[in-house]
T-cell receptor, first 113, second 113 residues
């Protein structure tokens, strides 16, 4: 049962343009959401997070938007850079289990120079 | 962010041998660490939650006698893959929770011949 879904396995964007990565979830008890970036043969690196009490969180070029009614979150990268090319995972945590994170299957972003 | 290390980064072993992977939180104490497994082109699958000073909590379908977890201190958790077989070949990643966020180690590539 995939509670966090990333329906786009890959995304290709031109350098300087905006990258939008999407994530959908089914569990209304999720209260904390995160985005991770992963290079091949490395562990995921934490990028940005958002609590369910907010609908937007911004950190430099990265902005995460949360739409609770649609159970949807997105990560915007502006402007995109070639170094952003990686696999991006979204993750969610339920309010009833502080330790358990559910991960999406990842979206591979390719930023073309 | 918090730093988590893993050792070794890569290991090749013969079928039937046991392999130990270490996970350390370098700049914080972690009462809880997590072990994940990632198959190619798939999401991170939580294997078990490692609790300092007590038994690990295993996810459904994960053999606790196959994947031994020891969390002897607030900065170290170990995963031992016992009697490894080729189907155990995978990328194993640990993480540790610092406040509300999980930080991941760089991962260990296990290849069982």
């Amino acid at each position: 049962d995939q509670q966090v879904k990333q329906n786009s396995p890959s995304l290709s964007v031109q350098e300087g343009r905006i990258s939008i990565l999407n994530c959908d979830y089914t569990n209304s008890m999720f209260d904390y959401f995160l985005w991770y970036k992963k290079y091949p043969a490395e562990g995921p690196t934490f990028l940005i997070s958002i609590s369910s009490i907010k609908d937007k969180n911004e950190d430099g070029r990265f902005t995460v938007f949360l739409n609770k009614s649609a159970k949807h979150l997105s990560l915007h990268i502006v402007p995109s850079q070639p170094g952003d090319s990686a696999v991006y995972f979204c993750a969610a945590k339920p309010d009833y289990n502080f330790n358990k994170f559910y991960f999406g299957s990842g979206t591979k972003l390719n930023v073309k120079p | 962010g918090a730093v988590v290390s893993q050792h070794p980064s890569r290991v090749i072993c013969k079928s039937g041998t046991s392999v130990k992977i270490e996970c350390r939180s370098l700049d914080f104490q972690a009462t809880t660490m997590f072990w994940y497994r990632q198959f190619p082109k798939q999401s991170l699958m939580l294997m078990a939650t490692s609790n300092e000073g007590s038994k690990a909590t295993y996810e459904q379908g994960v053999e606790k006698d196959k994947f031994l977890i020891n969390h002897a201190s607030l900065t170290l958790s170990t995963l031992t893959v016992t009697s490894a077989h080729p189907e155990d070949s995978s990328f194993y990643i640990c993480s540790a929770r610092d406040q509300g966020t999980q930080f991941f180690g760089p991962g260990t590539r296990l290849t069982v011949l």
